[in-house]
């Protein structure tokens, strides 16, 4: 059976007895109505995971002793990030979600020229503790041990600047972008060409597409352009097509179970 699991930056493994307090303990014993004697998990910002044993609680707060620590098999190889131009805040949420399940490992933001949407510095600091809730909730779900790492870029350019830090050649980096031209190549021929890339970045344009100047420069800086089929696709089917595809030639959902 599954257990429930908790995401957890306070923690401190060296100590054998923890205490949940406010949100967690509320969930444990009102939402999920656990007993004493029950086993949770709990996770931290490091990918560590230890098994808890709900020792005893009172209304305010439930008490926990450490079992045993434990690793699940379920990142990726993989090293995948996706970025994306901003869009309506309820549809990058999906995304994101989606995206985790799927094995992101870095979540980027970024204003595209054609992007009917931007973050002021105050909006992006609580978009960015949004998203990290979003991220840890889908992390407990699907199993997975690491956090996505999330990024927000004020624009492209700035964009642009990032993705020389988080894949270059020397480690093995491939880029691409979702061309809705239809000009772009296929994934399987990209992949029949260089199939054994470690770190893959996938970029998904606003719902207006790219400018040329975009286009152009993304050409300038290695980035292969993709088609995703003959169909016209929403903004997160396109963002979750990709990420799956990309998974299925470069990652781990082609691999044997």
Same mark, same amino acid.
């Given at each position: 059976?599954?257990?429930?699991?908790?995401?957890?930056?306070?923690?401190?493994?060296?100590?054998?007895?923890?205490?949940?307090?406010?949100?967690?303990?509320?969930?444990?014993?009102?939402?999920?109505?656990?007993?004493?004697?029950?086993?949770?998990?709990?996770?931290?910002?490091?990918?560590?995971?230890?098994?808890?044993?709900?020792?005893?609680?009172?209304?305010?707060?439930?008490?926990?002793?450490?079992?045993?620590?434990?690793?699940?098999?379920?990142?990726?190889?993989?090293?995948?990030?996706?970025?994306?131009?901003?869009?309506?805040?309820?549809?990058?949420?999906?995304?994101?979600?989606?995206?985790?399940?799927?094995?992101?490992?870095?979540?980027?933001?970024?204003?595209?020229?054609?992007?009917?949407?931007?973050?002021?510095?105050?909006?992006?600091?609580?978009?960015?503790?949004?998203?990290?809730?979003?991220?840890?909730?889908?992390?407990?779900?699907?199993?997975?041990?690491?956090?996505?790492?999330?990024?927000?870029?004020?624009?492209?350019?700035?964009?642009?600047?990032?993705?020389?830090?988080?894949?270059?050649?020397?480690?093995?980096?491939?880029?691409?972008?979702?061309?809705?031209?239809?000009?772009?190549?296929?994934?399987?021929?990209?992949?029949?060409?260089?199939?054994?890339?470690?770190? &893959?970045?996938?970029?998904?344009?606003?719902?207006?597409?790219?400018?040329? &100047?975009?286009?152009?420069?993304?050409?300038?800086?290695?980035?292969?352009?993709?088609?995703?089929?003959?169909?016209?696709?929403?903004?997160?089917?396109?963002?979750?097509?990709?990420?799956?595809?990309?998974?299925?030639?470069?990652?781990?959902?082609?691999?044997?179970?």
């Amino acid at each position: 059976m599954t257990r429930h699991c908790f995401y957890a930056d306070w923690l401190d493994a060296a100590e054998r007895l923890a205490v949940l307090k406010d949100q967690a303990a509320h969930h444990v014993r009102n939402v999920l109505r656990l007993k004493p004697g029950e086993v949770i998990d709990l996770r931290d910002r490091d990918g560590r995971g230890w098994k808890w044993v709900i020792s005893d609680m009172t209304q305010e707060q439930v008490r926990i002793q450490l079992l045993e620590p434990y690793d699940l098999p379920t990142e990726s190889p993989l090293e995948l990030s996706l970025a994306l131009a901003l869009a309506r805040p309820d549809r990058m949420d999906l995304v994101l979600r989606q995206a985790t399940e799927i094995g992101l490992t870095r979540f980027i933001v970024f204003k595209a020229e054609r992007s009917q949407y931007g973050l002021s510095r105050d909006q992006a600091a609580k978009r960015r503790d949004r998203w990290l809730k979003i991220a840890r909730e889908a992390v407990c779900q699907c199993g997975r041990m690491r956090l996505p790492e999330i990024v927000i870029c004020e624009d492209w350019m700035d964009f642009l600047l990032e993705a020389s830090q988080c894949t270059t050649p020397r480690t093995a980096g491939l880029r691409i972008f979702a061309d809705e031209s239809g000009t772009g190549r296929n994934l399987l021929s990209l992949w029949r060409s260089c199939p054994m890339y470690r770190q &893959v970045l996938t970029v998904v344009g606003p719902e207006g597409g790219w400018t040329p &100047v975009e286009v152009n420069r993304f050409a300038e800086a290695d980035f292969y352009p993709v088609r995703l089929g003959p169909r016209i696709l929403r903004f997160e089917t396109a963002a979750t097509a990709l990420l799956s595809s990309v998974q299925t030639l470069w990652g781990d959902f082609g691999q044997p179970v």
